[in-house]
């Protein structure tokens, strides 16, 4: 079975500040990751995702993500923070079975102060 | 622009009624997903169908219904035999079974009981 944990469930930073939110997950067959991120009373939007090849993954907005498969971790980072990049983040994890759904983390809600 | 179309955006139910949330793509995407959303319990998985006239129950089905009698509509219906049906409810789609495929979301339609 996969499962992914979220650690925080609420992360502050000040702006221009680094952002790491973090990811682990469980997996017996290799992983597909995900981050999605989400505004308030909105759907969710694919911030990045990895599949096969390159471990550091680059997103939009300037995020990207590390695969570390010794951690089975994948934790996203983006180098300063912006006031817009305050809303929850998802980690998600699905495997390389076809049809197989995805399992999402239960979020973690940025805050980003001036 | 493609994308997913979810209505209502708010919808109220009485004790005892069924109610349908709407769920319409544009993207000629083979597969579509319902979630729900809880505070703190992230997304947790409903019904998913990879083809028409085909779906599968996801790990929360109970007191809920879909069809697929289009590719591009997957309605969700709330039975009265939901019993906590207040929720946050967003459907996704994505190009096909595949899992390395990312999913597109709607904006969502928030239920609640009155």
């Known amino acids: 079975a996969q499962s992914v944990t979220q650690l925080g469930s609420h992360v502050s930073v000040s702006e221009g500040a680094l952002v790491l939110l973090r990811c682990n997950y469980s997996?017996?067959?290799?992983?597909?990751l995900f981050w999605y991120v989400q505004y308030p009373n909105q759907g969710l939007q694919l911030l990045l995702k990895?599949?096969?090849?390159?471990?550091l993954v680059k997103g939009i907005n300037g995020f990207e993500a590390e695969f570390k498969k010794s951690e089975t971790s994948f934790h996203l980072t983006k180098p300063s923070a912006h006031m817009s990049d305050a809303a929850e983040y998802f980690c998600a994890v699905t495997s390389n079975q076809a049809g197989t759904a995805l399992i999402f983390g239960k979020g973690t809600t940025l805050s980003v102060s001036s | 622009d493609g994308g997913i179309t979810q209505s209502p955006k708010y919808l109220f139910r009485k004790e005892g009624q069924n109610v349908t949330l709407s769920c319409e793509q544009n993207?000629?995407?083979?597969?579509m997903y319902w979630y729900r959303q809880d505070p703190g319990q992230g997304l947790r998985l409903i019904y998913y169908?990879?083809?028409?006239?085909?779906?599968q129950k996801g790990d929360i089905a109970e007191g809920y219904s879909v069809s697929r009698e289009k590719k591009e509509s997957f309605p969700l219906t709330v039975t009265s035999a939901q019993k906590n049906p207040t929720a946050f409810y967003l459907c996704?789609?994505?190009?096909?079974?595949?899992?390395?495929?990312?999913?597109?979301f709607g904006d969502g339609t928030r239920l609640s009981i009155l």
């Open positions: 996704a789609s994505s190009m096909g079974p595949s899992s390395n495929q990312p999913q597109h």
């Open positions: 990895y599949t096969t090849g390159a471990t």
């Open positions: 997996s017996s067959v290799p992983p597909y």
């Open positions: 169908s990879q083809i028409v006239n085909d779906f």
């Open positions: 993207l000629n995407h083979d597969a």
